[in-house]
């Protein structure tokens, strides 16, 4: 087959069987047997003890979305008090805080960890594995995220939260600018959250590296998977900048160290390297996993395969690679070298590139489909009317000259709003609608659905677009009112207006979900008629996630099973013990077999450890040699080498 | 739907220790630790770059002798480390203990080197950025040695139980590569943190 | 050009402003976008200078090209995705050229002109230009609020001001940005862009008015509690005048010694400002000498108005919250004595 | 399932057990690892021209040539080449490979190691240009 394969038909979901005969195909003895062995444990004690992937990856996106609700209410406020000059709802003190707080949490605790559960929750059902590699350390890391994102939420209902913004610039957030609590939660919070995406990131990689389905070779891997793969990369290689730069800023406060301190030959612009150095690559973060949804959704709605495989490929691998080489872009204004900044504006306009090759693949795929516009495909439609603006005005800011002007404005809150909203949060919506039949076994209601995708893109136009104006008008960012007579009010009541549209727009999904999961019709197996293998299993997927692990072909294992009439798949592996197919890192042979650990409580206790530990130091060091030994002792519990399996 | 068995896992292997998925983890784990080491030597000297004299004036730069003593205990043990797992490979009990002791015995011999280098120093961590970078790359680096011993003392205690068999072996190969890294990054720390300020 | 009355203008009543700007909204709310992006005192879209006029341009180019982009990619998704029906499916070959010309050519047509533009008018508001600076001014960035010192050609501190920044029309003036606490960002977008001022570091900005006016500008980088009240007023006015002006504020308070000043030196003003000539010559708050000279009070918060001055004494954590000057509350006839004597320091 | 069956979906199929990647690689050797050059050559090539290259700017600035910034340009541009040299010859190479599977693969990632190193050069090339109208000491104080 070509690499296009433009020839191939379109698929209509009609024709799809509503189930695959999961038990049909073993027998229902051993059906129930495997089952069994995959179950996750009930009730209460029970939840502290799960590991399955699915399990996993439902709670970092419910978890996600409880953030970016509260978060949300944030920005609400935000907008509330912005509404009118010299307005008095919010004081300075509380603004900050609550500046602070929203965009930290949408950037640590909403948008990577969602990404994160799409990719949990998925990837492995798209690479034909039966759960990730590790599975106990992903329950590890869930545990850690919760516990450190309801740490820092908390602080903010405790009116102490971190107020020198998300970005915490030195030396406001030193000790002599910043006192009380506030940024020592930000810098330990935030490391400690730091290590749930770490760990995530290794087990997404190893999972699709090792535990693809057999025939599943790297070029048949699903550019979902490809784009989680290529975020799982930049996470490992980002985030240890900023944990080193928050060490750095913990320790000057805590134990007196001189890294930020320009006296005795610190340098503020260190924090601004490292922090950035991880912050821009962060955005691509958020990003990539969203265009791989946008791929999937792209070819599932318009019914053929996808044009330009290698090239999404290289675009993907190309946004990766760039992004490493932009960080500088937000310290135009800092004094730099003139030639140095230079770099950079040619680095980040580069960006680009990749991104024009992505839409116009899409549009190329999409072109004289049959293409059928479900919500799925309307929140993707939407990214695409929001997001090539913000690509737009992201390679505008790439200017040196421009950017002195509009940095630290109201044009770069627009800007990166479009770009993250437009960006992740509508494909992530989409993702939402197109995965939720294969989670819950249920389908959302198109009507609402459709309503609530108008009213959040009409609501975000409303919001943002004026802000590119007030920028330009000259006003500046994180400001928490403004004098009267520059005439900005008229922008930022509308901003208000439509921020208020927007939330009752993403009010409009939570409702539909909610109703839904009672009462939404009962979603068949590949309701959507999608080509890759989580519509293999059952909806909701089955505790083992295939009954029989499948073999692949192509890049459209559905597609070509649904033609050759039959399914091509593993026998012998054990019904007793948690097995998964090692494949070969490259064609995916099959290597070994792996026999993944069940349900254990002992991730719970390490993170419990752990955090103790970390928040321990907010308030001395001495909570690091205890935090130390303290998960060392649970680790040595979790790792005690036992027989692979229980001897009958 | 009718299923076509095209792989047939009955016989595959189900314990390879050299290709299991956590060995691939463990690789993750020290690529991260190792941008980690990356980014605070970059951060060394860009504060270097920041200032007109490095070490600051009237501090001097480490001494060499610890440091180097070091250098040499660390690559033994990692020596002493491939030993064992050689032995463990073969299903030699005694050579994986001998040896797994071994190499805890010769990092706790580097700790006790590093101590006295630390109380050496010349700059206390919160006089000068120098003093902090230099304290704070050693200690990094410390406390990796002291997980690593903590972690392979337990694997040590085991392997004299009889722990490990053939099929059980996983914990060694992984703590294996782990001690390899530990011990390989003190390399460019030494480098940078000794040598360096002697060139410059 | 804005005059200086129409600065004045917005500074009333909060109430009577909604409610104006309200009607405003309802009758012009469609073409809102249009009107508002070409007027104001702070606006990097009404140029004072050749700088910020090039960036201007520059945006109104880049705005241009981003819309016809915006309008060819979202036209083809749209006919690509089924606007008219029965459209056939593009050939491999055709959607091979689709993907080059929009996804790799059109990016490298906009990557060389952001380049080009970007180099030249980078070198022209950057630099020095022709060497005829002779005007040098160090800002510092305090929280919250700017400490200008003018300097003579050897370096040193000619006079001290706050707040506003006066400066002579078509001459290229050198700011030098410093800060002792946190970072600040110098922006006054009518003039020129914005450039940090870091402590341990000494930027510059250059900043050549080309026209009369007055303008306002802010700090653009977030610097603590009261970041956002952290404003300044720029003036530009012909040589002359400008000359008049600094010999003045170089010059020891003009204002005879009245009862006032004991009210001020008995409240422990002296304690943080400076007022030349006098006793009173604390270092942390604003220099005091010529207060009465200056448009406004509160860095650009409110009018320099006796009201004002009176309220801002007195209560002055209504005005700007967090501001690190504490509220004094003298007796009636001695607040009246102060007024006077703030008033007089011309 | 029948012997028959088997035997007639073993080239489509992955029974090929026996036949790991590293039996691959061993029978290729170093051939094996060329589609690799391209992916992991261009960031080095990049990352060595941009972020040394802007960690001399002053330093340049300083010395008042810019010759070591020429010398770096070249050698950037030659870790490119080498990039681009490899993945051609892999993309020649993975005609003669066996199973089909594999060379398809092969092709794949000797395509994307490619246009990353083109991708790269021109990254270079954006940056190395414009330098030329450009003041070393600009914007130092």
């Known amino acids: ?648 | 739907m009718k299923a076509r068995v095209l792989v047939d896992a009955s016989d595959i292997d189900r314990f390879a220790p050299h290709t299991h998925p956590l060995w691939w983890g463990i690789l993750g784990a020290v690529a991260i630790e190792a941008a980690v080491v990356a980014t605070l030597l970059t951060s060394y000297f860009y504060l270097a770059a920041q200032n007109p004299a490095w070490p600051p004036e009237g501090v001097a730069p480490p001494d060499l002798f610890w440091p180097t003593v070091v250098l040499v205990l660390l690559p033994l043990s990692s020596f002493t480390m491939w030993w064992a797992g050689k032995g463990s490979d073969r299903g030699d009990q005694r050579q994986l203990s001998i040896g797994v002791t071994a190499s805890v015995t010769l990092a706790v011999l580097a700790l006790v080197a590093r101590s006295f280098q630390i109380a050496e120093f010349d700059a206390s961590w919160n006089d000068h950025a120098y003093g902090s970078i230099l304290w704070v790359i050693t200690g990094f680096h410390y406390t990796h040695v002291v997980s690593a011993v903590s972690g392979t003392a337990v694997v040590a205690v085991l392997a004299w139980r009889g722990y490990f068999t053939p099929e059980r072996q996983l914990g060694v190969v992984v703590d294996t590569v782990y001690w390899y890294f530990v011990a390989g990054v003190f390399l460019p720390i030494y480098l940078v943190l000794y040598i360096a300020p002697r060139l410059l | 050009m804005r005059s200086e009355g129409k600065a004045k203008r917005g500074f009333g009543s909060p109430q009577e402003r909604v409610r104006l700007r309200l009607l405003r909204l309802l009758s012009s709310a469609p073409f809102a976008f249009l009107l508002s992006g070409c007027q104001g005192i702070q606006s990097a879209l009404d140029p004072a200078s050749r700088d910020a006029r090039l960036v201007a341009e520059l945006s109104w180019w880049m705005f241009t090209s981003a819309v016809f982009i915006y309008i060819v990619t979202i036209g083809l998704l749209a006919v690509g995705a089924g606007l008219f029906r029965g459209r056939k499916r593009l050939s491999f070959r055709s959607s091979t050229t689709l993907v080059i010309l929009g996804g790799v050519c059109a990016p490298i047509i906009a990557i060389i002109a952001i380049g080009v533009s970007g180099v030249a008018i980078g070198d022209e508001t950057e630099g020095a230009r022709e060497a005829g600076t002779a005007l040098t001014i160090e800002v510092v960035g305090k929280q919250w609020w700017w400490e200008l010192r003018y300097l003579d050609e050897a370096g040193e501190v000619i006079a001290v001001t706050a707040n506003e920044l006066h400066l002579p029309v078509g001459e290229r003036a050198r700011l030098e940005l410093l800060s002792d606490n946190v970072i600040h960002s110098f922006w006054a977008p009518n003039l020129q862009g914005k450039t940090d001022a870091i402590p341990g570091r000494r930027n510059v900005l250059f900043a050549e008015p080309a026209v009369e006016g007055v303008w306002r500008g802010q700090c653009a980088e977030f610097c603590g509690k009261q970041h956002t009240l952290m404003g300044f007023m720029v003036v530009a006015e012909p040589r002359d005048e400008f000359n008049a002006w600094l010999e003045r504020q170089a010059s020891d308070a003009l204002a005879p010694p009245a009862p006032g000043l004991d009210v001020f030196l008995d409240l422990g003003c002296g304690g943080c400002h400076t007022i030349r000539g006098t006793p009173a010559d604390g270092q942390k708050g604003p220099d005091l000498t010529h207060l009465a000279s200056r448009r406004t009070i509160a860095a650009a918060t409110l009018p320099n108005s006796r009201g004002n001055l009176g309220g801002w004494i007195t209560d002055t954590h209504e005005v700007k919250p967090g501001a690190l000057m504490p509220s004094f509350i003298p007796e009636p006839q001695d607040l009246h004595d102060l007024l006077d004597y703030l008033e007089a320091l011309h | ?141």
């Not at chain 1, 549009?363 to 603006?389: D, E, H, Q, S, Y």
Request: proline content about 6%; charged content about 10%.
């Open chain 1, 1 to 648: 087959m070509t690499a296009v394969g433009i020839e191939t038909s379109g698929h209509d979901p009609a024709l799809e069987p509503s189930s695959y005969g999961h038990e049909a195909a073993v027998g229902r003895e051993a059906f129930e047997r495997i089952e069994r062995t995959w179950r996750s444990p009930a009730g209460f004690v029970g939840w502290f003890t799960q590991v399955n992937h699915s399990a996993i990856g439902l709670r970092f996106i419910v978890t996600a979305f409880v953030f970016f609700i509260l978060s949300g209410l944030l920005g609400l406020a935000m907008r509330l008090q912005l509404a009118m000059p010299l307005n008095e709802m919010l004081s300075p003190e509380a603004y900050n805080q609550i500046m602070t707080v929203h965009g930290t949490a949408m950037m640590f605790l909403f948008a990577i960890p969602a990404m994160e559960g799409v990719a949990i929750y998925v990837a492995p059902l798209m690479v034909g594995a039966r759960d990730m590699a590790f599975p106990r350390l992903n329950a590890f890391g869930y545990y850690v995220y919760l516990i450190g994102g309801s740490a820092f939420f908390l602080s903010l209902a405790l009116g102490m939260a971190p107020d020198a913004g998300w970005f915490n610039y030195v030396p406001l957030a030193n000790k002599t600018f910043s006192e009380g609590y506030g940024v020592d939660i930000w810098t330990t919070m935030i490391t400690f959250i730091e290590l749930s995406a770490l760990t995530a990131a290794v087990e997404l990689i190893v999972t699709i590296m090792k535990l693809r389905a057999p025939g599943m070779s790297l070029d048949r891997m699903p550019i979902f998977v490809w784009a989680v793969l290529v975020m799982s990369f930049m996470i490992l290689f980002a985030m240890p900048s900023v944990m080193v730069a928050s060490a750095f800023l913990m320790m000057d406060r805590l134990v007196d160290t001189q890294f930020f301190i320009v006296e005795n030959g610190g340098s503020p612009l260190l924090w601004q390297h490292l922090f950035w150095f991880f912050g821009h690559p962060e955005v691509y973060i958020i990003l990539v996993p969203a265009l791989g949804i946008v791929t999937s959704i792209v070819v599932t709605f318009s019914g053929r395969p996808l044009f330009g495989y290698t090239a999404l490929v290289l675009a993907i691998t190309g946004i990766g690679m760039v992004s490493f080489g932009l960080w500088v872009h937000h310290m135009y204004t800092t004094g730099l070298p003139f030639m140095g900044r230079s770099f950079f504006m040619a680095a980040s306009s580069m960006i680009a590139i990749p991104s024009g090759v992505q839409v116009y693949c899409w549009i190329a795929t999409l072109w004289g489909g049959k293409v059928r516009f479900a919500t799925p495909m309307l929140w993707v439609l939407a990214f695409f009317g929001v997001f090539i603006a913000g690509g737009l005005t992201g390679v505008m800011v790439a200017s040196v000259p421009f950017d002195r002007q509009v940095h630290d404005s109201y044009f770069v809150v627009a800007h990166f709003h479009y770009v993250l909203m437009g960006g992740a949060v509508f494909p992530l919506m989409g993702a939402i609608y197109y995965w939720f039949p294969k989670a819950t076994g249920r389908m959302l209601s198109e009507r609402l659905g459709i309503g609530s995708c108008l009213t959040v893109f009409v609501g975000f136009n409303i919001t943002f677009f004026p802000m590119h104006i007030l920028g330009l008008q000259g006003m500046p960012r994180r400001v928490y009112t403004y004098v009267d007579g520059l005439g900005w009010g008229n922008m930022n009541l509308l901003a208000t207006f439509g921020a208020f549209l927007l939330a009752l727009g993403f009010a409009l999904t939570l409702f539909n979900v909610v109703r839904s999961l009672r009462h939404g019709a009962v979603a068949p197996d590949n309701p959507w008629g999608g080509s890759t293998l989580e519509w293999a299993t059952a909806s909701p997927p089955l505790n083992c996630n295939f009954i029989q692990q499948p073999v692949v072909e192509s890049r459209r294992p559905m597609w070509d099973w649904r033609e050759a009439g039959s399914r091509t798949v593993v026998a012998g592996l054990s019904e007793d013990r948690r097995e998964t197919m090692v494949t070969t890192l490259l064609d995916a042979r099959p290597q070994s077999v792996m026999v993944l650990p069940g349900p254990t409580p002992w991730p719970f206790v390490s993170a419990v450890a752990a955090s103790f530990g970390f928040i321990g130091l907010i308030f001395s060091p001495w909570f690091f040699p205890i935090g130390f030994f303290a998960v060392f002792a649970t680790m040595v519990f979790w790792f005690w080498p036992r027989h692979p399996w229980r001897k009958k």
């Open chain 4, 1 to 141: 399932m029948s012997k028959m069956d088997r035997s007639r979906n073993a080239d489509r199929a992955v029974q090929d057990t026996k036949q790991s990647d590293r039996q691959l690689a061993r029978q290729e050797g170093f051939e094996a690892f060329t589609p690799w050059f391209g992916w992991g050559l261009a960031p080095a090539a990049w990352a060595l021209h941009q972020g040394v290259g802007y960690a001399m700017v002053s330093w340049l600035c300083n010395i008042g040539t810019r010759w070591p910034y020429h010398a770096l340009t070249v050698l950037a541009v030659c870790l490119c080449l080498a990039g681009i040299a490899a993945a051609v010859h892999a993309l020649r190479r993975s005609r003669h490979i066996r199973p089909e599977r594999s060379a398809a693969r092969m092709r794949m990632m000797a395509l994307v190691g490619l246009m990353l190193s083109a991708a790269a050069l021109g990254g270079i090339t954006v940056e190395y240009v414009p330098t030329f109208w450009i003041d070393t000491c600009m914007g130092i104080w």
